[in-house]
């Protein structure tokens, strides 16, 4: 077996703004065991599918997806700020072998990455720099997005990529699942809000303080049930859920991304990042879901799920 999964949502309120004691040790637990599965596959790679929220990647450029040949964490919130372990030589073949595929994949000799990428690299692995990794950006904040089926086939070049290389890879998809945080739009945005989502790179303090204290007001508003961003959507939550424990994945081909936004909030786009990351693990052969946690968490904008999944060896076809 040399593929293995880890999807798991992000919140840069964790810690910032918790929820009851009972819900935070519950959650520590779910890590705990995604950090089990990652230890026990023991990855010697970790390819990471993971968005931006206007903290990298902006309108000045903006690729549906990208793949880092280099890259740095921003450090926003409570992640750590520096340079990944990217292993460029694996980042780079990756890029070549999808636009072989037919899929314009974008490269950067040097992304950057808000907590999207860095927080569940230091969730799973203690560290940002702890394994070496390749960050494959995936766009879920900016739109106009592209057909959910392309985000598919993007994970399945991905896996091809990697499954041939004989290496022991760990996917990570990293967002999700239904949520609507305040990330502004650059349709109908003030001159102000849309320079910053053109070229907003190093803001300063007071743009960076802004913006921490309106995404800590709507989760306290969202927890209260007094916000009117969208609510989270645990029904829809669990259907993203069994649809991938089921590897149904071309059954989201017709999830369009207006769907996604309506039916679970403007961030359910970060669902593509495991999309993606399962149809990278499908390409090994079928797979098994080994475990899933769900709680929606308005505490952290986040109908907040772990999944993890192994490459299904009885399965197997040769
Ligand atoms: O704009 C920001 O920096 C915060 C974004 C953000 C807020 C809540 C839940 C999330 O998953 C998320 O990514
Ligand atoms: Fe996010």
Same mark, same amino acid.
């Given at each position: 077996m040399t593929l293995a999964l880890c999807t798991l949502s992000h919140s840069p309120l964790i810690g910032v703004n918790q929820p009851a004691p009972d819900v935070v040790a519950e959650v520590d637990g779910a890590l705990a065991r995604a950090r089990e599965h990652v230890r026990a596959f023991s990855p010697d790679l970790a390819v990471i599918f993971g968005p931006d929220h206007f903290n990298g990647v902006f309108y000045d450029m903006l690729p549906p997806f990208c793949v880092g040949a280099g890259a740095e964490s #921003? /450090? %926003?919130?409570r992640t750590s700020a520096g340079p990944l372990a990217v292993d460029t030589e694996a980042a780079r073949t990756i890029h070549r072998q999808a636009l072989a595929a037919g899929l314009d994949l974008a490269v950067s000799e040097r992304m950057q990455v808000d907590h999207g990428i860095a927080q569940p690299l230091e969730f799973l692995? /203690? !560290? #940002? %720099?702890a394994v070496p990794v390749v960050p494959v950006f995936v766009n879920c904040a900016a739109p106009p997005l592209g057909p959910t089926e392309r985000i598919r086939l993007l994970g399945e070049a991905v896996g091809r990529a990697v499954s041939v290389s004989g290496r022991r890879v760990l996917l990570i998809g990293s967002g999700g699942l239904s949520h609507d945080p305040p990330i502004p739009a650059l349709? /109908? +945005?003030?001159p102000e809000v849309a320079e910053r989502l053109i070229a907003g790179r190093n803001p300063d303090e007071d743009t960076v303080a802004t913006r921490v204290a309106r995404v800590v007001a709507t989760a306290q508003e969202l927890a209260a049930g007094t916000s009117d961003r969208a609510p989270l959507a645990p029904e829809w939550d669990a259907e993203v859920m069994e649809t991938l424990a089921r590897g149904r994945? !071309?059954?989201? %081909? !017709?999830?369009s991304p207006e769907d996604f936004a309506a039916e679970a /909030?403007? +961030? +359910?786009?970060?669902v593509r990042t495991w999309i993606a990351a399962f149809a990278a693990l499908g390409t090994a052969g079928a797979y098994r879901v080994t475990s899933t946690y769900y709680r929606p968490i308005p505490e952290w904008i986040a109908g907040f799920a772990i999944m993890t999944a192994v490459v299904d060896e009885q399965k197997v076809t040769r």
């Amino acid at each position: 077996m040399t593929l293995a999964l880890c999807t798991l949502s992000h919140s840069p309120l964790i810690g910032v703004n918790q929820p009851a004691p009972d819900v935070v040790a519950e959650v520590d637990g779910a890590l705990a065991r995604a950090r089990e599965h990652v230890r026990a596959f023991s990855p010697d790679l970790a390819v990471i599918f993971g968005p931006d929220h206007f903290n990298g990647v902006f309108y000045d450029m903006l690729p549906p997806f990208c793949v880092g040949a280099g890259a740095e964490s #921003i /450090g %926003d919130w409570r992640t750590s700020a520096g340079p990944l372990a990217v292993d460029t030589e694996a980042a780079r073949t990756i890029h070549r072998q999808a636009l072989a595929a037919g899929l314009d994949l974008a490269v950067s000799e040097r992304m950057q990455v808000d907590h999207g990428i860095a927080q569940p690299l230091e969730f799973l692995f /203690g !560290s #940002i %720099d702890a394994v070496p990794v390749v960050p494959v950006f995936v766009n879920c904040a900016a739109p106009p997005l592209g057909p959910t089926e392309r985000i598919r086939l993007l994970g399945e070049a991905v896996g091809r990529a990697v499954s041939v290389s004989g290496r022991r890879v760990l996917l990570i998809g990293s967002g999700g699942l239904s949520h609507d945080p305040p990330i502004p739009a650059l349709e /109908g +945005a003030s001159p102000e809000v849309a320079e910053r989502l053109i070229a907003g790179r190093n803001p300063d303090e007071d743009t960076v303080a802004t913006r921490v204290a309106r995404v800590v007001a709507t989760a306290q508003e969202l927890a209260a049930g007094t916000s009117d961003r969208a609510p989270l959507a645990p029904e829809w939550d669990a259907e993203v859920m069994e649809t991938l424990a089921r590897g149904r994945l !071309s059954e989201f %081909d !017709s999830w369009s991304p207006e769907d996604f936004a309506a039916e679970a /909030g403007n +961030a +359910a786009h970060e669902v593509r990042t495991w999309i993606a990351a399962f149809a990278a693990l499908g390409t090994a052969g079928a797979y098994r879901v080994t475990s899933t946690y769900y709680r929606p968490i308005p505490e952290w904008i986040a109908g907040f799920a772990i999944m993890t999944a192994v490459v299904d060896e009885q399965k197997v076809t040769r």
